[in-house]
Nanobody, 114 residues
Framework: QVQLVESGGGLVQAGGSLRLSCAAS????????MGWFRQAQDKQRELVAS???????TYADSVQGRFTISRDNFKNTLYLQMNNLKPEDTAVYYC????????WGQGTQVTVSS
């Protein structure tokens, strides 16, 4: 059974940083194209960053240059380093396979105050 557990969210002022983690079980993050998604209130879930099996990373225009996706194969964990956060980054953040997806975890709330 696949389980994805996100953590690391919180309340931060604009310009601040957070590092999100996604601990995976039941799948190997280095054998799947993985992504970080976010869903703001009253908006659809969107893909903001992805990393392929071959380690190619891709970012949404809105986060390019501020967010960095990475993974630790030994810990089977996906990360999202978020710098220079903006109020519009406020959302619940989820990780998942880009092409699955597997069952969604509970996500981690990121709130950026202005």
């Amino acid at each position: 059974q696949v389980q994805l557990v996100e953590s690391g969210g919180g309340l931060v002022q604009a310009g601040g940083s957070l590092r999100l983690s996604c601990a995976a079980s039941g799948i190997l993050v280095n054998f799947n194209d993985m992504g970080w998604f976010r869903q703001a209130q009253d908006k659809q879930r969107e893909l903001v960053a992805s990393i392929t099996v071959g380690s190619t990373t891709t970012y949404a225009d809105s986060v390019q240059g501020r967010f960095t996706i990475s993974r630790d194969n030994f810990k089977n964990t996906l990360y999202l380093q978020m710098n220079n956060l903006k109020p519009e980054d406020t959302a619940v953040y989820y990780c998942n396979s880009v092409y699955g997806p597997y069952s969604w975890g509970q996500g981690t709330q990121v709130t950026v105050s202005s």
